[in-house]
């Protein structure tokens, strides 16, 4: 039982970690370096609180990217002075974000070619 | 790439892993301090704040959640465990010690044996040769057929070498070699050496030349050329003291001058052939007389040869086997000749492989009942921990992480039983190589290398998932809920005894194996000790005198040597009978052809084949042969008298059908002396006891014009101590003539006991290895029994309370051990009737089925594991009814 359900939630966070990578890229490539919460607030924001984001799952997947070299973390000091760690993008990140996205816009674009009749149907 | 930029970033986490747990905490902290301030400056109160903005985390779960997931990604996550486990399985261990003692111990014992027999046939069997592309080499061997024995191997015909080199494409060098004894004078005490003639193609198949001077050129081989020598290393270190020098001058080989054009560098050593135990210690050319090119029944070099590259062994042996059937159409004389061709390393290991692959095999069983041992008390222990593991369970433990620990938990011990085995294992070897006969071959070469040690590894290894997958799949089939039951005691109990007992069963299953093979070595030890030689060697002392024929050219300047030796020797104190020959009986000997009269049909298929062996007419009551029929040979049959002979009854039955043998007469060829035979003597076993019984013939070593086999051994009967004689018999030889080297002085009690030596030593460590084995099942045997009694405490207790007698409960409980143990002795003794065939070569006078083996090692096993059984059972009668019951 618990094997199991562990499985499943893994299985969930695994897909969501791909696009939340890009997302996390996208945001830091858009706004400059970002800490933690703002990252966190951000993409609510942006996908009009579509994403409830569990916040929980954001750190991991920084840590992620922070060891695959696309982003690097500095502490810092936040606009109301609070103690934070900020994250920027690296050049090796920028790289990847735009072959990322290209393969992200290309998969999309075979989706929605596939999904064109389906709506055309309903 | 990335995924290494992932693993460095990882080490380099793990490395500075204080501050980064640290880092990962504050990060969290400010993360919730930002979104209270948020929800703050919305107009909500500081402490709802906080909450709201621990609840968005998910809660102080989802704090904790997220820690855990960043600790997982960060650093060697799996390592950590690892460590965490290694550490707390030590612990665990420490908090036992009898049990980590005995199971170290138990697994050191089976590792131990492993390494040593590992170094055993590291060093003689995977040894290659000390030449360049040592598989390249091959040997290459004549083989006659005869309707009695089959194909016997024999030496290659000088005559045919010559075609072999000239009619053959698959070798790029071929060497023959004929074996020399030589005297090496005029440098301290007279020597006598292994000095081997070599053909032209030695060095080149060798693919080493001397490393000072130069090989031996065509010029060498011209005949009456001068004669030339090279040494090998250990010889000029040891004689010669390593002199540069001795390059260029002549040294005294039987007594005529060599001059020294070459030394074979250092690990060189020249070609051994299967039986052959030692290198020679020099080398000459070989040149051949016309008269042996001519002859193709002349057998007597060993050949190698080196194969062209690329060329495959079962091609060269193809080839050999087209060119000696197209030679045995041109040269009729060759016909019964067959060609053999095999790698050179392999062949000369031919003769031990059987034993050492019974040896691993042996071993790798001691260590399986070891591991089978450490398997059942890993299995009372993981039950011990059940209750522990399915609290852990409860708690979000996974089951692969308890698996895991458990693993690792039999991994720490397989490890400190490694480290304990090597240890053991040294010496072990240690000890074996000092017990083991000189006849192994590269005795020198077996010690603890890199291989060994991988294979000990691999073993432990093997070993570890034996004993470790057991505990394991117990704890994978546990269901956690069950576990924490009460009622679940008895369920995971009677799981312990089944699984225990199956254990003890193969333990049982695999020592009576071990038995088996034990008392099938014993079996043939006691038939070949039966076995009546035909003299008595006890009392004999024997040496050979090789004379040189430079110096003794004639064969009556030989007897006339051996007549005055034989003189002086006999007034020795403590001599009764003296004589000599060409050989004693154990020392070798040789078998020629004859013809016995009347011949009728073509003389090439008229020759039949004995022993034949010149000797003293004192040769019969020194060895204690005795006279069945006619006369013995005396000192009036010498030359110019009638050529006599003595026979074997072994000769009467198998060349004459039967009759006597008294009267007839025969001769070595058309144009040899006709010889009478005078009188008939009891059968020997020439060569020892293994050997069968020959045709003798015994001609009288005076009437030196009947045979042309040299004098060389003289021998005594003894009432007294061999030791004495074996140096007084040099002394008189010197006495005589001061540069004869005299070797090979013993007594041929002691001959025997080296001939057996193999077999003793192939016999004592099976019965070493059963014995391991037997009492390692027995400590299996008394620790089930004893669980078994301790487990069925309250059933015992209840029978007793009952009225049942101590009898009765001994009786019962000891035979639910009977059946563990019948089952086990029969399984055994079925993979035993399977396996023992393959030993079959290892055995003597026994077939592999050997009831009296098998009935043996059975009732040795079943008594002495009964035996352990009552001894743990009596514990069950002393159980307290009363309390038990409680």
């Given amino acids: 039982m618990l094997d199991t359900n562990r499985m499943t939630d893994l299985d969930k966070t695994d897909v969501l970690q791909g696009t939340l990578a890009l997302m996390i890229l996208t945001t830091l490539d858009a706004m400059g370096p970002m800490h933690g919460y703002g990252l966190a607030r951000r993409i609510e924001q942006m996908s009009d609180h579509a994403i409830a984001l569990n916040q929980g799952t954001l750190y991991p997947a920084l840590v992620r990217l922070e060891q695959q070299g696309w982003i690097r973390g500095k502490w810092g000091t936040s606009d109301n002075n609070r103690r934070a760690k900020f994250y920027g993008l690296t050049s090796l990140g920028r790289r990847q974000l735009e072959s990322e996205a290209t393969r992200w816009l290309r998969i999309a674009g075979i989706v929605e070619r596939f999904l064109g009749p389906v709506r055309g149907r309903s | 790439m990335t995924r290494w930029r992932i693993l460095w970033a990882r080490v380099a986490e793990f490395v500075r892993s204080g501050p980064v747990d640290r880092d990962l905490r504050d990060e969290l902290d400010a993360h919730l301090d930002l979104a209270t301030d948020d929800y703050i400056r919305r107009g909500i109160p500081a402490s709802e704040a906080r909450r709201l903005a621990r609840r968005d985390f998910g809660g102080e779960s989802g704090l904790e959640h997220t820690r855990e997931a960043m600790r997982d990604r960060r650093g060697l996550r799996g390592l950590d465990t690892v460590l965490q486990d290694v550490r707390y399985a030590g612990r665990l261990l420490r908090k036992t010690p009898g049990f980590t003692i005995a199971a170290v111990a138990t ?359 034996v004993f470790g997958s057991l505990p394991a799949w117990q704890v994978s089939r546990t269901r956690p809920v069950d576990a924490l039951r009460a009622s679940e005691r008895t369920v995971s109990a009677s799981w312990v005894r089944r699984s225990r007992s199956l254990l003890v069963t193969a333990e049982v299953a695999l020592s009576m194996l071990l038995l088996v093979g034990a008392g099938l070595m014993v079996r043939s030890l006691i038939e070949l000790n039966r076995r009546d030689l035909g003299f008595d060697p006890a ?192 002394a008189e030889v010197w006495a005589i003539d001061g540069g004869q080297p005299v070797t090979n002085v013993r007594s041929l009690a002691e001959t025997l006991e080296l001939g057996l030596a193999e077999r003793y030593f192939q016999t004592f460590l099976f019965l070493l290895f059963a014995g391991l084995a037997l009492a390692l099942a027995l400590v299996g045997v008394y620790g089930v029994m004893a669980y078994i009694v301790s487990q069925r405490a309250r059933e015992i207790g209840l029978r007793m309370a009952l009225g049942a007698d101590h009898g009765r409960i001994l009786r019962w409980v000891v035979g639910q051990m009977a059946w563990l143990v019948t089952a086990g002795t029969l399984s055994g003794l079925g993979a035993g009737l399977l396996l023992s065939r393959s030993i079959t070569q290892l055995l003597f006078g026994v077939t592999p089925s050997d009831p009296a083996s098998y009935v043996a090692a059975a009732a040795m096993l079943v008594a002495s594991a009964l035996a352990a059984s009552y001894l743990a059972a009596r514990r069950a009668i002393r159980i307290d009814p009363v309390s038990a019951l409680r």
Wanted: with cysteine.
């Fill in chain 2, 539 to 730: 009392p004999v002392v024997a040496a050979t005198v090789g004379l040189p024929p430079a110096r003794y050219r004639t064969p009556d300047a030989r007897l006339a040597f051996f007549e005055a030796l034989a003189t002086r020797v006999a007034s020795l104190p403590g001599v009764e009978k003296v004589a000599f020959a060409s050989r004693f009986p154990l020392r070798g000997g040789w078998t020629s052809g004859f013809l016995l009269e009347p011949v009728s049909g073509p003389i090439e298929e008229a020759f039949q084949q004995a022993g034949f062996q010149a000797v003293s007419p004192g040769y019969f009551a020194t060895l204690g042969i005795p006279l069945r029929a006619g006369r013995l040979l005396e000192a009036g049959d010498r030359e110019g008298n009638l050529p006599v002979a003595v026979v074997s009854e072994e000769f009467s039955r198998a060349i004459l059908g039967g009759a006597n043998p008294i009267g007839r007469t025969f001769s070595r060829g058309p144009s040899a002396p006709i010889i009478t035979i005078v009188g008939v003597v009891g059968d020997i076993r020439r060569g020892g006891r293994a050997t069968p019984v020959d045709a003798q013939v015994y001609l009288p070593a005076a009437q030196t014009s009947l045979y042309p086999a040299r004098l060389s051994e003289i021998a005594v009967r003894t009432n007294r101590d061999a030791g004495a004689l074996a140096s007084a018999i040099p």
């Fill in chain 2, 107 to 465: 697994l050191a014992l089976g590792l131990g044996a492993n390494v040593a027999i590992f170094s055993l046939v590291n060093g003689v069997l995977l040894r290659p040769l000390p030449y360049p592309q040592p598989d390249r080499l091959v040997t290459i061997w004549e083989s006659v057929s005869n309707p009695k024995d089959g194909p016997t191997r024999i030496a290659v015909a000088p005559a045919n070498f010559v075609d072999y080199v000239a009619r053959t494409r698959s070798f790029a060098a071929m060497a023959g070699v004929a074996r020399l004894g030589r005297n090496l004078a005029g440098v301290g005490t007279p020597e006598r050496l292994i000095g081997d003639e070599v053909t032209e193609g030695y060095f080149a198949t060798l693919g080493v030349a001397p490393f000072l001077g130069r090989s031996f050129v065509a010029d060498d081989y011209a005949e009456g050329a001068n004669q030339v020598v090279i040494l090998f290393q250990d010889l000029w270190q040891r004689r010669f003291g390593g002199d540069p020098a001795l390059v260029g001058r002549s040294i005294t080989l039987d007594d005529r001058p060599y001059r020294v054009v070459g030394i074979m560098p250092k690990g060189v050593t020249g070609l051994t052939f299967q039986d052959e135990m030692d290198p020679p210690g020099l080398v000459t050319p070989a040149v051949f007389p016309a008269d042996i090119l001519s002859n193709r029944q002349d057998h007597e070099i060993r050949v190698a040869a080196r194969l062209r590259p690329g060329v495959p062994v079962d091609a060269a042996r193809d080839e050999m086997a087209s060119l000696s059937a197209a030679m045995a159409a041109e040269f009729p004389g060759a016909k019964n000749t067959t060609t053999g061709l095999e790698a050179l390393g392999a062949d000369q290991a031919r003769e031990v492989r059987p034993l050492l692959v019974a040896l691993v095999a042996a071993v790798g069983l001691v260590l399986l009942v070891a591991a089978v041992n450490v398997a059942s008390l890993l299995v009372v222990r993981s039950n011990a921990r059940r209750r522990e593991i399915a609290v852990r369970f409860a708690m979000g433990a996974t089951r692969a992480r308890v698996m895991r620990e458990l693993m690792t938990q039999s991994v720490v011990l397989a490890i400190l039983g490694l480290g304990a085995g090597l240890v053991f294992g040294i010496w072990a070897k240690d000890l074996l190589v000092a017990l083991a006969p000189p006849s192994l071959p590269h005795l020198d070469a077996i010690r603890l290398d890199g291989r060994v040690l991988v294979a000990t590894s691999a073993a432990a290894a093997l070993t570890c998932l």
